[in-house]
């Protein structure tokens, strides 16, 4: 089961998440059937809105990432909700991309850097809120850094990392620790040195428990444990939903489409679900409507 960990460290001067989101990215290894190098970044982007999801406010909020590099695996869109659930998907799933010359996925070749991070938040209000920036590096947890800095004047350290087997991800997490008012030089300066232990948290994840982990490299700097949360891999599709998009179509380009290929075929993006209507089924949609 996946979860998600929450503390304060220096007398509450700082605040750390701790995602492990191992079982979420094995499901969307399977579900989009992707390739190691598209695993390592839908992962990494799944961590990141993790970390959205669980720091909204309201019942009703919602979120969704936005990562556009110009790279030839296109868009990832990641999105969720309340409850720390969360779904996503890459552009193109089967991208891969040559080992780089330390051995490791060349995830920000595959994203590219020219482009954007760009999150919209909805709380039920008017207008949602809508925050960018752009991107560093295409490695993700850099580029995530930089717009919590930039759009939400978050000072932060993240380390984002998915460690992949021959039977999918063996290890999938993240850590992000956020200064708060009051932190001062020597803390931060502490913090940066700590944070040199996770520049492969997937790894460290392999060998030691989130509690393990935490305790080992926190507990020392007057460690507060805030909460433990579950996070789940849960797409919000229905034929509720799938219904309205073949009413956005309009009868006239619904019915074409069914007099070329003989049905209606709607995939849902986020879990690769097919949903597929005769004729027959589309007229009830409209005498329903």
């Known amino acids: 089961m996946d979860k998600i960990y929450k503390a304060l460290i220096f007398d509450k001067k700082a605040r750390i998440t701790f995602i492990d989101g191992t079982c979420a990215v094995n499901q969307a290894i399977k579900m989009h059937k992707l390739s190691p190098t598209a695993a390592a970044a839908l992962g990494r982007a799944l961590i990141a809105g993790a970390y959205i999801a669980t720091n909204l406010k309201g019942k009703r909020s919602s979120f969704t990432l936005i990562i556009k590099g110009g790279g030839p695996i296109g868009n990832i869109v990641v999105a969720g909700g309340s409850g720390n659930k969360i779904r996503g998907f890459v552009a193109n799933p089967y991208v891969d991309m040559p080992l780089k010359d330390n051995g490791k996925l060349d995830v920000g070749g595959a994203v590219g850097k020219n482009g954007f991070l760009t999150v919209i938040k909805d709380y039920g209000l008017k207008k949602p809120y809508n925050g960018s920036c752009e991107l560093v590096s295409g490695e993700i947890a850099e580029d995530f850094a930089m717009y919590l800095l930039k759009s939400e004047g978050i000072k932060s350290a993240v380390s984002l990392g998915v460690k992949l087997d021959k039977n999918g991800a063996a290890a999938a997490g993240g850590l992000i620790v956020e200064a708060l008012p009051g932190i001062d030089e020597n803390m931060l300066v502490i913090l940066e040195d700590v944070m040199r232990n996770f520049t492969e948290i997937s790894n460290l994840m392999t060998q030691k428990s989130a509690e393990q982990i935490l305790d080992y490299y926190f507990g020392h700097l007057n460690y507060q444990k805030l909460a433990e949360e579950e996070l789940v891999l849960e797409c919000n599709c229905s034929k ?50």
Do not use: H, P
């Not at 007099?259 to 995939?267: A, F, R, S, V």
């Open 240 to 289: 509720e939903r799938i219904e309205n998009i073949i009413k956005g179509l309009g009868k006239e380009e619904a019915y074409d489409i069914i007099k070329e290929t003989g049905k209606l075929e709607i995939d849902c993006q986020f879990c690769s679900q097919k949903y597929v209507y005769t004729k027959e089924e589309v007229d009830k949609i409209w005498e329903m409507s």
